[in-house]
C-alpha cells in the first residue's frame, strides 16, 4: 500500500510542537510507522503480531 493512501496518527502524548514524533497508520494485517519530521521519506511496516510484541516490550 503506497503511503499516500494511509491515515496517519500521532501520539496523544505529541506536543503539536514538532520534533521528535513517530505517525502510525493501521491497515488490515500491518501497522505503517513514520518519522513526522519526513513524511515523504521511508516508513517502517510491521505485522500486527510484531506491533504487539513490540508494545507489549515497551510498556513494561
Given at each position: 500500500m503506497s503511503s499516500e493512501n494511509l491515515t496517519w496518527f500521532k501520539s496523544s502524548y505529541s506536543s503539536g510542537e514538532g520534533g521528535e514524533c513517530l505517525e502510525v497508520a493501521t491497515c488490515t494485517h500491518t501497522i505503517h510507522i513514520r518519522?513526522?519530521?519526513?513524511?515523504?521519506?521511508?516508513n517502517l511496516t510491521l505485522s500486527r503480531a510484531a506491533w504487539a510484541d513490540f508494545l507489549a516490550h515497551a510498556t513494561e
Open positions: 518519522d513526522s519530521k519526513n513524511p515523504a521519506g521511508p
